[in-house]
């Protein structure tokens, strides 16, 4: 094999090689990244806030799971939401509206959700202060 054929040979390969490479690299998903980065971290201090906020005033909801519902109560009178997330997948994800006039309970059932690890983010306002709090249960 003489020189022509042997750096013919080579830049062939190589040429193959960045062929392959470029189609690999167009034909990969997309890079799943949060388009809104830089806003979630202007928000960062807002949030902060709000969570200590909970530890400040002792205002932690106690969470009971049950095989029926889950029942959250609060030390106050509150207004708000809760998310419910699925760490296994987003397309279950929910949210309930928090509201205790009277200072019972709240209690939501589980026979609709499906059972395993839930994330829950808590989103509430009382005498004018707003609060922030998460918990991960699971449901049986």
Known sequence: M???????LILITF???ISGLSYFMFSAPDDEYDHQYYEDGL???HDYNRERQVLAD???PAIDVDTCCIRF??????KGEV???RPSSDARDTSF???NKNGSPIEILTKHLAKGKWQLVFDWK?????YLYQQEVYIK
């Open 2 to 8: 003489n020189w022509g054929k042997a750096t013919t």
């Open 15 to 17: 040429v193959l090689f």
């Open 43 to 45: 928000n960062f201090d």
């Open 58 to 60: 002792h205002a932690q």
């Open 73 to 78: 109560t609060f030390p106050q009178i509150i």
């Open 83 to 85: 998310k419910m997330m």
């Open 97 to 99: 509206a928090l509201d």
């Open 126 to 130: 009382s005498k004018n202060k707003a």
